[in-house]
Structure formats: C-alpha cells, structure tokens
C-alpha cells in the first residue's frame, strides 16, 4: 500500500467510510508490534477526545427539549448513529441485541449446516426463520426452544413473544435425521420410545417414557415429543382432534402447534417439551425434568 492508497476517499455512506479504516486496519496489521502499539495508542487517544466532547455536547443539548428533540432526529442517521454507538453514548437498539442473541446460537448451527434469520421485530414479538439444515429438521422444536428462544429471552426480557415462521421446506430431507446441536451434550437419559414408522404421519402416539406420559408427533420430517398434558389444566390431550399439525384439546379446546408447542389460542403458554432424536428408524427421547 503506498502513500496514495492511505488517503482516505471522499465519502458520504457509513460504508464508504468504514472502507477507509478496513483498508488502513489492513495496512497497520502488516506492522511490527511496536509499531501496532504505537498506532492503538493513537487511535484511542483521539476516540477518547472525541467521545468525551460528544458526551459533554449531549449533556448540554438535553437542557433543551427543542434542542433534544432535534439530537434524537439527527441520531436517526445511520452515520451519526454508528459514531454514537461506537462511543456507547446511544444504547444498542432491540434489534441489535436480537441479532447478538442470535449471533449466540449460530456457531452451533451452523456445526450441523444451519442457521437462524431475524424476520421482523414488532414489540413485545419477534419472528425468526430457520434456514439451510435446521428448516424442516426432526430436531428444530427443541433447537428452537432450547437454542433460539432461550439466547433471545435472556438478552431481551422485553421480549415476550418468539414466533417461529415456518421456512421454505428447502433444508428439510426425508432420508437425513438430525439431533439437535442443543442436546449434543445431553449423553444420559435417553430412551428408545418406539420406530419412526409407528408414528402416524400427521398424527400422534401416545407413549409412557420413564414413568412420564408423552404424545410423539410427526409433521413431514419433523419429529417432536411434549407431555400429554394441556397447558391450561394440564389434562391430557391425546384425545383430540389433529389437523394440519394443530392438535385441539378435547377437554377446553386449547389449540397447540406440535411442531413447537405453542400455543395458539393463549401464546404465553406452551405444551411441556422433551428432547427427540431421530437415527434410522429408531426414536429416542429425553425427559426434560
């Protein structure tokens, strides 16, 4: 890189800018280590300059309402918005934390070909998709619930409502089974319950694993275990009536979703769910307890 190269272009796009320093990054880390030192040093003397006047600026400028009204129109852009959350002055918003919730759990999908989307955020809900492997894997409720689900609700308590969008059905393959990467490390505890072919398609079974009664269902390739037990009463639901994989209680019409759980007609309530995988023919399950 010659000294052409280290001018920095005329920009007017937060990528154009963060270009510049990629490339000045790149150059600095061809350096010695003296000279990497000497360049850290410098930086951070300069962003702490500046992220100290910007701090002081805003304090004054919140005296004013007209003045902080104007602030909050200005940090609406993506430039300014960038400077100030590279300074921590503005907190990282929702969707940023989701992303970093999601960013979380994708190592661990991406181990077994997946992979998760952020589909919308409309507070207090979200949606997310599976993508590449985990749509339409036997072991996406429980990759969902244990992985996704949990790594959103502990960075976002606001965050009341995971949806689940159902993807493309690209990933989903009748002649591969999947474990979940979230009980890989689950290696006691489970139980052969029955064979894959037992399980009527687009139905339920009814079982008892470890003392616990359970219902097994199948939806395409998706193969997903929960308690026999409505979440309202927690009667048993094997009874009811199944219909494009909504299973209806029979005792207070409760609807739930048995590829996740979830319930349809009181969201903040779920069936009870149990680890599943599937190899060949064989279905094994893991109590939750």
């Known amino acids: 890189m010659n000294a052409v190269d280290l001018v920095p272009t005329q920009r007017d796009t937060l990528a154009g800018y963060t ?15 003296t ?30 309402p007209a003045a902080l009204q104007a602030m909050k129109t200005a940090a609406a852009d993506e430039i300014v918005y960038a400077v100030l959350r ?24 991406a181990s077994h070909g997946g992979d998760v989307e952020l589909v919308s955020v409309r507070p207090p809900s979200i949606e997310v998709r599976f993508t590449g492997a985990c749509d339409g894997c036997p072991a996406s409720a429980l990759t969902f619930h244990a992985g996704v689900k949990k790594a959103v609700e502990a960075a976002c308590p606001e965050i009341t409502d995971i949806l689940q969008v159902k993807g493309s059905g690209a990933g989903a393959n009748d002649s591969v089974r999947f474990v979940s990467p979230f009980a890989l490390g689950a290696v006691d505890g489970w139980h052969l319950v029955c064979r894959l072919d037992e399980i009527p398609q687009g139905g339920m079974l009814r079982q008892v ?81």
């Open 35 to 64: 000279q990497r030192a000497a360049a850290e040093a410098y930086r951070r003397a300069i962003e702490d300059l500046q992220g100290e006047a910007l701090r002081r600026l805003i304090r004054a400028l919140k005296a004013d």
């Open 19 to 33: 270009g510049d320093i990629a490339r000045l990054e790149a150059l600095f880390a061809s350096w010695d280590e």
């Open 209 to 289: 694993v470890g003392g616990e009664n359970v219902i097994l269902s199948r939806q395409g390739a998706v193969v997903s275990c929960f308690q026999n037990a409505c979440a309202h009463l927690g009667l048993e639901i094997d009874g009811g009536a199944v219909e494009d994989g909504i299973v209806t209680c029979p005792w207070h019409g409760f609807r739930y979703d048995l590829a996740t759980g979830e319930c349809l007609t009181a969201p903040e309530v779920q069936l009870q769910l149990h680890m599943v995988k599937v190899i060949g023919n064989r279905v094994e399950v893991r109590l939750a307890r």
């Open 86 to 109: 590279r300074h921590n002055i503005l907190k990282p918003s929702l969707s940023e934390r989701v992303e970093a919730a999601l960013d979380g759990v994708r190592p661990m999908l």
